[in-house]
């Protein structure tokens, strides 16, 4: 009988390769495992939850992202060489 495993947050993000941020936004949009409190400062995933999540990312077909549009970038002052002042 295998032992029940929860993974810390420092485990978790290492096995995913995810960020805080990522691991964070997939949770709240229902797409990541949710983690549950061991105690009301230290949030724990259950491994097991994690490992499926991992085999059903690897069976389906992902879309990669595709390539910011840069032409659609507004310019900000201080940005660039052509937005410097000259001091006198």
């Not at 096995?15 to 964070?24: F, P």
């Not at 495992?33 to 389906?60: Q, Y």
């Not at 992202?65 to 032409?71: G, L, N, R, V, W």
């Amino acid at each position: 009988m295998q032992t029940k495993r929860n993974l810390r947050r420092s485990e978790m993000l290492a096995k995913t390769g995810l960020s805080r941020t990522a691991q964070y936004l997939l949770e709240k949009a229902g797409d990541f495992p949710h983690h549950f409190m061991l105690t009301p400062r230290c949030a724990v995933w259950d491994e097991a939850e994690v490992d499926a999540w991992i085999e059903v990312r690897k069976s389906s077909q992902i879309k990669a992202a595709m390539a910011p549009d840069h032409t659609l970038r507004q310019a900000f002052r201080g940005r660039g060489k052509s937005h410097r002042v000259a001091l006198a």
